[in-house]
């Protein structure tokens, strides 16, 4: 089985403070490449360690 996630296109964003990628993920069925799934992520950094901080 093979699993691999490819992230590339890194962008940080200073004034919004948010980060995203963009992912590849490779849908393989009984050993062979039958496509790749692809998207983006993002997150607001500054959401995030707010929800850090209340959940301790």
Partial sequence: M????????????????????????????????EGVLTGAIEADLEALSKTQVDNY
Avoid: C
């Fill in 2 to 33: 093979r699993e691999n996630v490819y992230v590339g296109g890194i962008d940080w964003d200073e004034s919004s403070r948010t980060i995203s990628a963009q992912i590849s993920v490779p849908v393989w069925i009984d050993g062979k490449l």
